[in-house]
């Protein structure tokens, strides 16, 4: 599986990211989870602290090795450089392990908004295509409100494509857009999560407004979750209730995924 999952900041998405990298690992599979986002929080979701994760960083700081397999220094614009650099070593040697587990965090560079042939953006993008379309892992992305890290290559091998939303129009509005840029770059799948739903008119209001887009499930509102954040533990180990919601979205998703006859959920 390769799910890539996306939304609004503060929606929940990195909590879902987290709890389904724990759900894949449980069940043998070898999973690699990739903080896309610049507010780079997929560690804390793990229960990681600041002394855990002195030695990770940023793909996108690493201007020497970008340097060396780019052949550009980061930054520079313009000139000669490697449009496929090797980077299949590097969900090895730049990770850390949490069980079965990897932990990538990817950073982003300066001109990435731009869309600019700058080394350390195309580095990156080389990299999350090598992830996506040339690896047998479980790959799971957690990106900002966004698919600026997707080419139209790398966006057709995700499995999933989860947009997180909660109830509120704003969100909504960021689901949608979401929705309409996956559609450019040919993704096949796009699935909504609600999430931080108080009762079923949250749900319903949120179902209302999705139009092409696939509902999966909701993930209630739970303490628990907060209180995870605040004591900086793993919402997978403390906030069951969660995990729960997270199982059965995980299960709808594989269902609607082999009923279509795409994924790898073998």
Do not use: W
Request: proline letters at 4%; glycine letters at 10%; a negative charge.
């Amino acid at each position: 599986m390769k799910i890539a999952i996306t939304g609004k900041g503060g929606v929940g998405k990195t909590t879902l990211a987290a709890v389904l990298s724990h759900l894949y690992a449980v069940e043998g599979k070898t999973v690699i989870a990739v903080d896309a986002d610049p507010d780079a929080n997929l560690a804390a979701a793990f229960g990681l602290n600041k002394e855990q994760t002195k030695d990770l960083r940023p793909i996108a700081e690493m201007g020497q090795l970008i340097e060396e397999r780019t052949g550009a220094r980061p930054g520079s614009m313009g000139g000669v450089f490697k449009l496929n650099p090797r980077v299949d070593d590097i969900p090895q040697a730049c990770s850390i392990k949490i069980g079965g587990i990897r932990l990538l965090v990817m950073g982003k560079s300066r001109e990435a908004a731009s869309g600019c042939y700058c080394p350390e953006n195309v580095f990156l993008k080389r990299l999350l295509k090598h992830l996506i379309t040339e690896r047998d892992d479980v790959v799971i992305v957690d990106m900002e409100a966004g698919i600026e890290h997707l080419t139209r290559g790398t966006a057709e091998g995700v499995d999933a494509f989860i947009v997180v939303v909660e109830p509120g129009k704003r969100s909504i509005q960021t689901a949608l857009a979401v929705r309409d840029m996956a559609r450019t770059l040919g993704v096949a799948n796009v699935f909504v999560v609600a999430s931080k739903v108080r009762n079923s008119a949250d749900v319903e209001f949120i179902k209302g407004l999705i139009e092409g887009m696939n509902y999966v499930g909701a993930i209630g509102f739970n303490p628990d979750v907060v209180e995870a954040d605040i004591k900086g533990t793993p919402p997978y180990e403390n906030a069951p209730e969660a995990v729960r919601d997270i199982k059965l979205i995980k299960d709808a998703i594989e269902a609607s995924i082999k009923a279509s006859g795409g994924g790898h959920t073998e």
